[in-house]
């Protein structure tokens, strides 16, 4: 290893190429800044590389599988379909190329220089980044902190053989026969579902009263009467204990209503959450960086420290793990460095799982907004009596607009429904440029569409539906 004495001058360090980081790199050189991004494992990040973009191709792969099983609704008869899941893992590999070579691509358009190593504090303004080749030390004016986060690993259920992670349950070397999930949020539920689509036998084990907790039930259990469709065992309310596996399957042991219970499948998956990853050797203790007790770096309204020229964004900070909140955050923070006035405003920040049928949620449930205050109005609207819906061959899912009876503001929509991860960029954007009922009805809406299902939700709530019969 080679390690130089003197200090290199730039203007922004940002230690991580994640959504937050890249995004927040690109937009500080547009800003005039000379910028260093430096990234221990892969450009693009967990997102793009382990998490968001691999895992929803494997999820499109299973439902292009799913949808030849179904393919007899619709007159359609096909035979000796088979799955080669060499090619499966060809594709979600093709694609994670592809975006993790245009954001290398991006960074090199903007001058952004990229290293592949650590780092690691020193003082306030300085630090040294490292791998097995080199040690340059850098002096910087300011820095942006976006290193993520990693699963949590429980003491019970080590990684290693066949207890995976998330990861590692994007790459397993065969479709597992049965498997084992450790935790019914959203990334349980999406891998659950992907394999299920494939022929896997699926056990969920969940903690809470039922899976994906924070959604509304009558969101969740559209989730859940497709699990058990397709067969898969939904244990709520109970807690996983410990695991003995062998070269071929693993056995959970886990207590459900005071009782012992087993289970073995080929694999386990443990999904109970992410861990911010701001431990290690970075140093944020050495520069006195405030964190919370969960290792969470309190910022301000611009994502910075408690050290004015160091910010953090992502899921290091308070607030959902979220790609899209880390990719806000880093606009606001590359901005802020540039001397502009912008701040966060989480007002709107939108959920959306994957699952079948996919949720997406934005604003207020209606319990929140009445616990706010606010005389609310609901319009709810079912996606089996529209057309494009019905085309597609969707039976199950709704739009659900929640608004100021006093004013029509939209306050919150959830959407259960095929497209309902795309449909509710409308209703966030209503939000957050403070629309009521009304604009939204007044928009034209093309024909036929599935958004024609907010309009007529928006009408339910305005008491005069053209598609339903108002009571």
Known sequence: MVVGDASLDIDLLVIGAGPGGYVAAIRAAQLGQNVLVVDKEYVGGVCLNVGCIPSKALISASHQYDSIGHAADFGITASDVKVEWSKVQEFKNGVVKKLTGGVASLLKANKIEYFNGEVMFINETEARVFNDNEAPRYRFKNCIIATGSRPIEL?????????????????????PKSLVVIGGGYIGIELSQMYARFGTKVT????????????????????????????????????????????KDVTVTYTVGGEDKQVTADYLLVTVGRRPNTDGELGLDLINVKMTDRGLIE?????????????????????????????????????????????????????????????????????????????????????NINGRALSLGVKEGFVKIIADADNGLVLGAQIAGIEASNMIAELGLAIEMGATLEDIALTIHAHPTLGEIVLDAVEMALGHPIHAISK
């Open 155 to 175: 003491k019970a259920f080590p990684y290693g053989g066949r207890i995976v992670s998330s990861t590692g349950a994007l790459s397993l070397p065969e479709i």
């Open 204 to 247: 969920i084990i969940e903690g809470t009263e039922s899976i994906l907790p924070g959604f509304d039930t009558d969101m969740s259990s559209l989730v859940a009467k497709k699990l058990k469709g397709a067969k898969a065992e939904i244990v709520t309310g109970a807690q996983a204990k410990s695991a003995e596996q062998t070269d």
């Open 299 to 383: 910022i301000d309204e611009q994502c910075r420290t408690n050290i004015p020229h160091i910010y953090a964004i992502g899921d290091i900070t308070e607030g959902p793990a979220l790609a899209h909140k880390a990719m806000y955050e880093a606009r606001v923070a590359a901005e802020a460095i540039a001397g502009q006035a912008s701040a966060v405003d989480y007002k709107c920040i939108p959920l959306v799982v994957f699952s079948d049928p996919e949720l997406s949620s934005v604003g207020y449930t209606e319990k929140e907004a009445k616990d706010k205050g606010h005389n609310v109005k609901v319009g709810k609207f079912p996606f």
